[in-house]
């Protein structure tokens, strides 16, 4: 009974990276000069931030009055066109605990299309340990595991991005002023999934990192009970500074920016 107990318990904490994800119509491509911001929590660079302006944000994360942890998204450039996209979260509920991290090597082309190349998730705390490692080859469009050296079943002729990566082009999509998300990708568990998210509107939001203008985005669902809602911050660089999800009703999980640092 205590076994079936911490399963469900772990299970209804699970803490998918929609952070991140989850991620409109507003383009910031003309922007020159950087926003003003009331505090230090927020730094930015000289110019005002794009989708690929390099970041490193952070979040604190609860479930009505009681504080999970924190989690932590970075985007970093390595080259002209290429960068490492990354997300870590360290949660605790009473005995559970739950770290992981991820991480997406990937491309952005000309046309601000996101190709993953290298994948990698790992978690570690109740339960069981899991780690995955994916190589998306542009050339082929497949996916390889490469910790069972084999390729993943997938169907073909679709554009696959990773669990993280698509939303970095969800990003680069709310930059150009698109009216249609919808992302096709693989999870940490191998599967494909497809997410997507419907525009809401515009709301002002007081969090730990400062009052910020934001646009609302909520993930089109068939199970009607759950909803998960996102809210990305345009004079950010659309950066995600919100993301709520309930269930029936009741808040699970709330993650809010406290800070952020632009490079």
Request: glycine share 4%; net charge positive.
């Amino acid at each position: 009974m205590k076994n079936n107990y911490l399963k469900t318990a772990q299970k209804r904490f699970k803490f998918k990276s929609y952070l991140s994800a989850c991620v409109i119509v507003f383009a910031c491509n003309n922007a020159t000069a950087a926003p003003t911001t009331n505090n230090n929590k927020i730094q930015l660079s000289n110019n005002a931030p794009t989708s690929t302006t390099p970041f490193i944000a952070k979040y604190k994360v609860s479930r009505g009055s009681l504080s999970l942890g924190t989690a932590k998204r970075q985007l970093s450039q390595i080259k002209d066109d290429e960068y490492v996209f990354s997300y870590a979260s360290d949660l605790s509920f009473l005995i559970l605990s739950d770290e992981r991290a991820e991480t997406s090597q990937l491309k952005i082309s000309d046309d601000k299309l996101v190709q993953p190349l290298k994948y990698r998730f790992k978690r570690e705390g109740t339960g069981s340990n899991t780690q995955t490692i994916l190589e998306f080859d542009p050339q082929t469009g497949k996916v390889k595991d490469v910790n069972l050296n084999r390729e993943v079943e997938c169907e073909e002729e679709v554009h696959w991005l990773d669990q993280i990566s698509y939303q970095l082009q969800l990003k680069l999509d709310l930059e150009q002023g698109k009216q249609s998300f919808s992302y096709y990708f693989i999870d940490d568990e191998k599967k494909e999934k497809h997410y997507e998210f419907v525009k809401v509107g515009k709301e002002k939001l007081t969090l730990p990192a400062g009052d910020l203008d934001t646009i609302k985005l909520v993930r089109q669902r068939n199970n009607k009970k759950r909803v998960t809602e996102l809210w990305f911050a345009p004079e950010l660089g659309n950066l995600l500074v919100r993301i709520r999800q309930t269930k029936n009703g009741d808040e699970q999980l709330d993650a809010q920016l406290k800070s952020a640092k632009f490079k």
